[in-house]
């Protein structure tokens, strides 16, 4: 329904300062952004800090990396100078609490709405397939809450984030590298996690973990033969 030339997507957990909004709608309507389809900000925690703003696209290494508890795939992925100087930064993609999208593109290209908890990377890919690039503007700040839209059913985030996950992987790498993936979520991450459950006495997010895994292990048979029948 929207007939301006750029759309903005805001997450309930995001509160803008003053200058957000105006200063990447102007950086997005001057001639040398033409080529630019995607804008995001320097995302800051409650304390005022740097938080992750942006990230490469996942790859089998990261996502193996990342379920043996090694290093946040998204964390792992920050180009240098993100949030460390006055500086427009190219990136993969922005985190999604806040971005400035082009309405061409995005009806050009959308979200793909069967990866539902990397909705939002999935415009990212369609617009570098499309030609146009994603940027983060490191000198304009907004403030992030963080996990703000999803505290409160954290199994159920959980296990939509595993399954859009193996979606992604099914969809975008190769046999093995899914195979991998699949492997590495399964039969390792839910170790790693129960560990890391354990070692802080929670309970809470021992249970978690153990509910989001059995919806995923009872989603795994329905989509494989879904999908096969096609």
């Not at 409650?46 to 508890?69: E, H």
């Not at 920050?78 to 082009?102: H, M, N, T, W």
């Not at 304009?140 to 505290?151: E, L």
């Amino acid at each position: 329904m929207a007939t301006g030339e750029l759309v903005l997507f805001l997450n309930p957990d995001v509160r803008l300062y003053q200058s957000t909004l105006a200063r990447t709608v102007e950086f997005m309507a001057q001639p040398s952004s033409a080529d630019i389809g995607i804008c995001g900000v320097r995302l800051e925690d409650q304390r005022g800090d740097y938080s992750t703003s942006a990230a490469r696209f996942p790859s089998v290494w990261s996502i193996v990396r990342f379920a043996l508890g090694l290093r946040s795939t998204e964390a792992a992925g920050l180009p240098s100078g993100v949030g460390q100087s006055d500086a427009v930064v190219e990136v993969d993609q922005v985190i999604g609490a806040y971005f400035l999208v082009r309405s061409e593109l995005f009806r050009q290209r959308g979200f793909d709405e069967a990866l539902l908890f990397t909705l939002k990377r999935s415009i990212f890919l369609g617009a570098r397939l499309a030609g146009r690039r994603s940027v983060c503007l490191a000198d304009v700040g907004a403030f992030h809450f963080g996990g703000g839209s999803s505290q409160q059913v954290k199994a159920l985030r959980l296990f939509y984030s595993l399954r859009s996950r193996l979606q992604y992987a099914y969809k975008h790498f190769s046999a093995a590298g899914f195979v991998c993936v699949l492997s590495a979520t399964i039969f390792v991450e839910i170790f790693s996690r129960s560990v890391l459950a354990l070692a802080r006495g929670s309970k809470e997010q021992l249970a978690e973990t153990c509910v989001a895994y059995r919806m995923l292990l009872c989603w795994i048979p329905q989509w494989w033969l879904k999908d096969t029948s096609r």
